[in-house]
């Protein structure tokens, strides 16, 4: 078994990493930049070691200061978490040419993965049902408007090394093509030093269904079902339930076998999700693979029992998954909300600043995963997810009642947040309660929502 696990991420998912190893007695080293010094994730750590300063591409981005941190510590493995070098197949590589386990899987399933177009090229030999678009990369605009005459408007350009909704553009006519292509490029290479862009036919209200898999160095394969993601804002996931109930069960395992197919199309090993959409006759396409573990993953653990990050660092250890795909049950329904620093009656806007009174929701069926707490500052230089809530019940009923109940306990004072929103949401979306949502549907949703706030109701 790993014996010292360097993570490389900070906040609420650090925080889960280093309670997982905790559990399972192995030693830890937090890495923090100088923003985040006194933060209550590096406590939970054996120990902890600055990496550089508040910038993200001088600490947490900082490869050089994360290998030489693991290196002087005598870490055996890494945690990347999400986000940052989590999906850098350079890192990954590195990592292991340093004789140190990378708890995720290889380089070449990251890059293969983690590069869209390629993956999508790769689905559509292996079988696995993909969104009519480009055949890999689109070089001109000129080229977009062909394919898209033949495929048919409206349709999207996405940015091929993607991720967080950034570098998607949706165009409904030759006129616009222009302008969106020279945009998505843009916006691609200034979030992910790359400017490749792909494109797709824009499905009209599908839904986002994914799976969460897991597979051993054994060569064992297995899902833990599928999970519906689509409340989001701008493309950007905001609550997220599992299992994706909409579908039938046979539906579920359809896109369950899909998800598998892909992860052995790469060879891949650890924790892994396969993205879909689904279309209004419930026929689903995959649009993409996350090669780590997800923001989402506890609604999983909820329905399944299974702690994923412990299961990651098994695999990483070489052992073989300790449960076999007849052994996973699922149990109930469980929904996360991502609690962010930012006001939703202000676009959105990111609000840093600190917190004063903080009161965090408990009880029966509730998990509450974050690094915050009274006085904590909510800086500006990183994601402004700052909490995540989740419960799970019976079934979806029971636990939109409980989210509900969760939501009015939580109190937090000093900072704009994202609850009042969930909040109306669930207690106020006839459409929500009953499932009839999309992924456009928040969007479209999102002024009818916020109004009783607007006319000065306070939650
Ligand atoms: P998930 O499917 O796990 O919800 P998201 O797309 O929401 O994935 O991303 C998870 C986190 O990782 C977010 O905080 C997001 O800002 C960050 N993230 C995603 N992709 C990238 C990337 N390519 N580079 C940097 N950060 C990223
Ligand atoms: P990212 O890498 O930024 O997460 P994805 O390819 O996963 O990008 O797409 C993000 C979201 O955009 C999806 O969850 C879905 O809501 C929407 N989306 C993606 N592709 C399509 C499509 N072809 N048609 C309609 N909506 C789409
Ligand atoms: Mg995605």
Same mark, same amino acid.
């Given at each position: 078994m790993l014996k010292r696990v360097l993570v490389a991420n900070r906040g609420e998912i650090?925080?889960?990493i280093l309670r997982a190893c905790?559990?399972?007695n192995i030693e830890t080293v937090a890495v923090f930049s100088e923003a985040d010094r006194d933060s209550f994730f590096t406590s939970l750590a054996t120990r902890s070691i600055c990496i550089g300063p508040a910038a993200a591409k001088d600490s947490y981005l900082n490869q050089n200061a994360i290998l030489s941190a693991a290196l002087y510590t005598h870490c055996d493995s890494i945690h990347p978490g999400y986000g940052f070098l989590s999906e850098?197949?350079?890192f990954a590589?590195?990592?292991a040419q340093a004789g140190i386990t990378f708890i995720g899987p290889s380089a070449h399933a990251i890059a293969t993965m983690g590069d869209k177009s390629t993956a999508i090229k790769l689905m559509r030999t292996s079988g696995v049902p993909v969104v009519p678009g480009s055949n890999g990369l689109v070089a001109t605009a000129e080229e977009a408007k062909a394919i898209a005459e033949e495929i048919g408007y409206p349709v999207l350009l996405k940015a091929t090394s993607g991720g967080g909704g950034r570098g998607i553009r949706k165009i409904s006519s030759p006129e616009e093509m222009e302008q969106a292509f020279v945009s998505s490029q843009a916006e691609a290479l200034a979030c992910f030093g790359q400017n490749g862009v792909y494109l797709e036919k824009l499905l009209l209200k599908p839904r986002h269904v994914e799976v969460q898999i897991l597979a051993d160095s054994h060569g064992s394969y297995v899902h833990l079902g599928t999970r519906d993601c689509s409340i989001q804002r701008n493309h950007q996931k905001l609550l997220e339930e599992a299992p994706a109930v909409f579908l039938s069960n046979e539906e579920q395992d359809r896109l369950a076998a899909d998800a598998l197919k892909a992860a052995r199309a790469v060879d891949y090993t650890n924790a892994g999700t396969v993205e879909f959409i689904v279309d209004e006759d419930n026929s689903h396409y995959f649009i993409e693979m996350n090669t780590r573990i997800q923001v989402e993953h506890p609604v999983t653990e909820k329905i399944t029992g299974i702690n994923i990050i412990r299961e990651q660092i098994r695999i990483a250890? %070489?052992?073989?998954?300790?449960?076999?795909?007849?052994e996973v049950v699922f149990r109930g329904h469980a929904i996360e909300c991502r609690i962010n620093a930012e006001d939703p009656m202000n676009g959105f806007k990111p609000c840093p600043g600190a917190i004063e009174l903080l009161h965090l929701p408990s009880g029966f069926g509730v998990r509450v995963d974050t690094a915050i707490h009274p006085q904590y500052?909510?800086?500006?230089?990183y994601d402004s997810?700052?909490?995540k809530i989740i419960v799970s019940g019976r079934n979806r009923h029971e636990a939109i009642y409980r989210m509900r109940r969760a939501l009015e306990e939580t109190f937090i004072s %000093?900072?704009?947040?994202?609850i009042p929103l969930h909040y109306m949401l669930l207690m106020y979306s006839p459409d929500f309660i009953s499932n009839q949502i999309d992924v456009s549907f928040l969007d479209s949703k999102l002024s009818d929502l916020l109004q009783p706030l607007d006319e000065g109701i306070e939650l």
């Open positions: 650090a925080a889960r905790r559990e399972m850098n197949a350079e590589e590195r990592v250890s %070489g052992y073989p998954l300790s449960f076999s795909q007849d500052e909510v800086t500006p230089y997810m700052i909490a %000093g900072i704009k947040t994202t």
